[in-house]
């Protein structure tokens, strides 16, 4: 018998819920971290164009996520209140989208790579090496894709120990065959950072076969069938008309990180490397967040579908409350312990000050952005992805791109100074997300 998310202590339902997501995210987490420590032995080219080409990679990715916002939104609605037959066809109905979208990406990466990478002013052995990861990882996002979509309907359903088992098994295969490709062990070419990118389309591939085995089989919560399928335009403007505003704030922001990098590059490869490190490295400690904040939105979604909007809003403060705690542990840790982080990505003295130097300042941000997380997912998992668009657009246009102007040229911050803007986005964006959630407007939103 399956759980009923929408009853019972709203605590154990969040753990339960969340701690499996973690494990998720973390081992999600960890073929990106594996891939930028051995990427990190080539050199600081190398560092540098992963993540310049991880950026790009990250603005292109946003159209899926307004998708995957819609389609957790919508199934998890359907769960809730019971209808697990809407909640499949919504399914397909995503997966006809997804596989348009990503054969379309597919052709960008294959002809615009270099081009995207000449934008950002990089020096030229960053180019090269970013282009080459570039166009493999956007032509292999239809096996990115697929994976993301069996875990986003698995989850919504409310089966989360599923989609952990699944990265377990391709994060496994990807750990163990990224350095054969990259360095070229025992028989295979030595192909550096396009081994790198080569290793994340495989093993998402890996994890498509096994997420679409678990769905179509009936070994998740939902059984997907293609049986008298066929496509509901309706659906599909309703995962769509949820989807837009998601996807413009994932491309916004992505492009706003992109637009952050560009002013990192002029201080040198180190700064830009400095500042890779510290995202790959924030992405793995706020990974107790975004399972958490997952978590709420599944919540969110299923308590309205079941009419308990006031269950829905106490879940998702609880989980801003525990997502809190763990980052103010990190946040001590990132104070005493800053330079033995970065040097586990790089040796480099120039990289291990300047990075240890930001992630230091990035502590201020790290007290405030488990309220932004947790919150936009909360709004997301109820359809209202509107205001987190607008909250975005707020944070990054309006004070961090700015800031990350003025303050190195006008302020004389240097290459600190852009991150010192980062912080200030994070502050002002948190308490958009608090004033708005009080409303309490996003418990009428419609799928």
């Not at 107790?288 to 979604?301: D, E, K, R």
């Not at 542990?329 to 312990?337: G, S």
């Not at 309006?398 to 006008?410: D, G, I, N, R, T």
């Amino acid at each position: 018998m399956q759980r009923d998310w929408t009853q019972g202590s709203i605590l154990r339902n969040l753990l339960a819920l969340s701690w499996p997501m973690m494990v998720t995210n973390s081992v999600n987490m960890l073929g990106p971290t594996v891939d930028m420590i051995w990427v990190g032995r080539l050199g600081a080219a190398s560092i540098a164009g992963v993540g310049v080409a991880g950026m790009a990679v990250m603005v292109l990715n946003s159209l899926f996520m307004g998708l995957f916002t819609g389609l957790r939104a919508m199934v998890a609605r359907s769960v809730g209140a019971r209808d697990e037959a809407s909640a499949i066809h919504i399914a397909r109905q995503a997966l006809a989208v997804g596989t348009v979208s990503s054969i379309t990406i597919a052709f960008v990466g294959l002809f615009l790579a270099e081009p995207i990478m000449r934008l950002t002013g990089v020096q030229e052995d960053v180019i090269t090496e970013g282009a080459a990861y570039l166009r493999i990882s956007l032509v292999g996002m239809v096996a990115m894709t697929f994976r993301f979509m069996a875990d986003s309907v698995m989850q919504a359903s409310g089966d989360t120990i599923t989609p952990m088992k699944i990265s377990i098994i391709f994060r496994i295969f990807h750990v163990i065959l990224a350095p054969f490709l990259i360095f070229g062990w025992w028989i295979f070419p030595r192909l550096e950072v396009s081994g790198a990118a080569l290793t994340q389309v495989f093993s998402a591939g890996v994890g498509t076969a096994l997420g679409f085995w678990f769905l179509f089989t009936g070994r998740s919560r939902l059984h997907l069938t293609l049986s008298r399928f066929h496509i509901d335009s309706g659906v599909i403007w309703r995962l769509v008309k949820i989807g837009i505003p998601a996807s413009a704030m994932g491309m916004e922001r992505s492009l706003g990180q992109f637009i952050l990098m560009w002013f990192m590059v002029p201080f040198g490869t180190v700064a830009v490397a400095a500042h890779t490190l510290n995202q790959r490295i924030e992405m793995f400690l706020f990974v107790p967040v975004f399972g958490m904040g997952m978590a709420a939105s599944v919540l969110t979604g299923q308590n309205l579908g079941a009419g308990q909007p006031q269950r829905a809003e106490k879940s998702v403060w609880l989980a801003v409350a525990l997502a809190q705690g763990a980052l103010v542990i990190f946040a001590a840790a990132m104070l005493l312990w800053a330079e033995k982080f970065v040097y586990v990505f790089s040796s480099n003295p120039g990289v291990v000050e300047a990075g240890s130097a930001f992630l230091r300042i990035a502590v201020a941000g790290y007290l405030l952005i488990g309220v932004t997380a947790i919150l936009q997912q909360g709004l997301s998992g109820a359809g209202d992805t509107t205001a987190p668009m607008l909250v975005s657009l707020l944070s990054m246009w309006v004070v961090q791109v700015p800031l990350a102007y003025f303050l190195p040229k006008v302020a004389g911050l240097g290459a600190f100074g852009v991150r010192w803007a980062i912080v200030a986005g994070i502050v002002v964006g948190a308490i958009a997300y608090i004033l708005y959630f009080r409303l309490g407007r996003w418990k009428r939103q419609q799928v």
